[in-house]
């Protein structure tokens, strides 16, 4: 079995980021869209990328964010 990559967007980080803010309380996909200025379909599909990615588990838009693997990813992988 085989990993299939996933690419992730430079947006899906700004999402990622904003999700951290946001704590244990995590407003609709419409709140952050808007506080982003994104639209709520591009949040929704940076929350799949970030999934499938396991950079944030569990059910959406709850899910917590895998802080470990994001961390490792803001240090190393964006570049």
Do not use: T
């Not at 690419?7 to 808007?34: E, F, M, T």
């Not at 940076?46 to 944030?56: F, K, N, T």
């Amino acid at each position: 079995m085989y990993a299939v990559p996933v690419h992730l967007k430079p947006q899906d980080i700004v999402v990622l980021v904003k999700l951290l803010g946001y704590g244990d309380k995590r407003p609709s996909y419409a709140q952050i869209a808007k506080d982003l200025f994104l639209s709520p379909s591009e949040v929704h599909a940076s929350v799949q990328r970030a999934m499938r990615a396991r950079l944030l588990q569990g059910p959406e838009p709850g899910g917590s964010l895998n802080k470990a693997a994001l961390q490792e990813f803001l240090i190393h992988g964006v570049k």
